[in-house]
């Protein structure tokens, strides 16, 4: 009865956590796919130490410091794409620690902001975040190159983060 | 040093994996030495972030791609519903091997247990012919949503025709990807029922429903549509739910969601989606949708898009010793 009251205590506990995880670690390894293989690393990690952990500490906490591991063993093999550097990794997690005032604002206006991109951008990153298409294939089906689809999803997260930026100005006045 | 702008469109690259090894080196070292480098590349990666979490597909209401020929199974690893497959696997000890890498596995597999959970109108049979309420339903037990009608067929069976979409909050510019309608259910008896058992278990939910596309004038031009089916579970009042929809999704105790493609005339297809039953939760809310397949503000008829016989199931899971294996 307690190894099962433990996984479901480890669900409810990992499902809170994915996705601060998961946004986390992709500031580290923007590709996606990379990320969610950390991530399943490290829950596989979270599993077989879950034992140790100590319930007064946040679990969100004590998780990343898994993912933070795991994020390291990969780019120590990954050799396959240009990866910023240990140092810079660091000051990025010491950053991060320490601030989280744009990822909550980021959390709160992004469905909103969403709302306000022109038809083609919107689907643009339908398809290429939450479909999980190629470049390639975006380019294809929308008769432009690749490189033109690359720009304008480079583009449009400027946008949505322009848009972001503006709500919190406007809540602010 | 390299102008603000050129930092931004540095950032943009590496976030889609195109910069060089010299210009990776060229972004660490900035992110190293200068606190605004390190500022927009936070920025920056923190909306790459959350444009990769999967609920904020469906907050704007969109459908990722599931794919017709395969219903009844779940999206593998390397697709974003994965982290809930990892925890659902955990909890139900089921359909683990699917993660690709034989992480966890159910060792043993005694009887699961299924029971029907009575919805208000989940045949349409007692329902008048004729629209249903075009808002966000706030009390238990009726169909409500966007534009859609309870016909009856010629041998007198009645069913639910989706008739366009439309946003269903009424938001100016907002999206209008699809025709939801919802219905608002009550876990309360059931959770007593549930508590009052002796028996101890996983339970999940099961929501069901069958669809069926027709030829019809006013779709038949639809490059890519889809019939839909999502239920989240809530604590909560059943009138706070639409107040904040769809952003009250972030707050779901559990969600599952399932698509199908239909072509016109095909035959018709029962397509489920799961979740856990949340122990907390106190409110279901379902909702069978059809989907244009592009987002776009303007409502488009669906005429030939029809689902009858939605039904939700409590499945018992007993305990199952679970193991993990080394890969």
């Not at chain 1, 780019?75 to 997690?93: D, F, G, N």
């Not at chain 1, 991060?96 to 709160?108: H, K, L, N, P, T």
């Not at chain 2, 779940?74 to 925890?87: C, E």
Request: some cysteine; overall charge negative; proline content about 4%.
């Amino acid at each position: 009865m307690d190894h099962q009251n433990n996984h479901e205590r480890f669900t409810r506990l990992l499902l809170e956590a994915e996705p601060v995880m998961l946004r986390s670690v992709l500031v580290a390894v923007p590709n996606r796919t990379d990320a969610r293989d950390i991530l399943q690393e490290t829950a596989v990690a979270l599993w077989r130490q879950f034992d140790s952990y100590d319930p007064q500490r946040p679990f969100v906490n004590w998780a990343m410091g898994f993912a933070r591991i795991e994020t390291r063993r990969f780019l120590a093999r990954a050799q396959r794409r240009a990866q910023l550097s240990e140092k810079a990794m660091a000051v990025l997690e010491r950053e991060m620690a320490g601030e989280s005032g744009f990822a909550v604002e980021v959390e709160r206006h992004l469905a909103t902001c969403m709302q306000k991109l022109g038809e083609k951008q919107h689907a643009l990153i339908q398809g290429y975040y939450h479909e999980n298409r190629s470049v390639e294939w975006l380019a294809e089906q929308g008769g432009r190159s690749v490189e033109a689809v690359y720009k304008a999803i480079q583009r449009t997260r400027i946008d949505l983060q322009t848009c972001v930026q503006r709500q919190i100005r406007k809540e602010i006045i | 040093m390299r102008p603000s702008q050129d930092w931004n469109a540095l950032i943009q690259k590496h976030l889609d994996g195109q910069t060089t090894e010299e210009e990776a080196q060229a972004l660490s070292t900035g992110i190293e030495d200068d606190a605004e480098v390190r500022s927009q590349y936070l920025k920056a990666a923190q909306i790459h972030g959350a444009l990769a979490d999967e609920t904020l597909a469906l907050d704007v209401e969109s459908e990722p791609e599931v794919k017709a020929a395969a219903p009844e199974q779940q999206k593998v690893l390397g697709q974003f519903a994965w982290p809930r497959q990892i925890a659902a696997g955990l909890v139900a000890g089921i359909f683990v091997g699917l993660l690709g890498v034989g992480m966890i596995w159910a060792i043993d597999s005694p009887k699961v247990e299924a029971q029907v959970f009575d919805i208000a109108h989940g045949d349409f049979e007692t329902m008048a012919e004729g629209p249903t309420p075009t808002q966000f339903p706030v009390r238990f037990g009726e169909w409500a949503g966007n534009p859609a009608e309870v016909v009856k067929e010629a041998d007198g069976n009645k069913i639910l025709r989706f008739v366009r979409t439309a946003n269903v909050k009424g938001t100016p510019d907002g999206i209008a990807s699809n025709c939801s309608v919802f219905q608002l259910v009550d876990l309360t008896a059931l959770r007593q029922q549930l508590e009052a058992g002796q028996t101890q278990g996983n339970y999940s939910l099961k929501l069901s429903a069958r669809f069926r596309r027709d030829a019809s004038l006013s779709d038949n031009e639809l490059s890519n549509p889809k019939a839909t089916l999502r239920i989240f579970l809530f604590q909560g009042e059943p009138e706070s739910i639409g107040e904040t929809w769809p952003q009250v999704v972030r707050q779901a105790e559990a969600l599952g969601k399932k698509s199908i493609e239909l072509k016109p005339g095909s035959a018709a297809a029962t397509i489920s989606a799961s979740c856990i039953l949340e122990s907390d939760a106190t409110v279901a809310l379902i909702a069978v949708a059809a989907t244009s397949g592009y987002n776009s503000k303007t409502p488009v008829p669906l005429g030939g898009f029809f689902v009858d016989d939605v039904q939700l199931t409590v499945i018992k899971q007993p305990n199952l010793p679970v193991e993990v294996v080394s890969r």
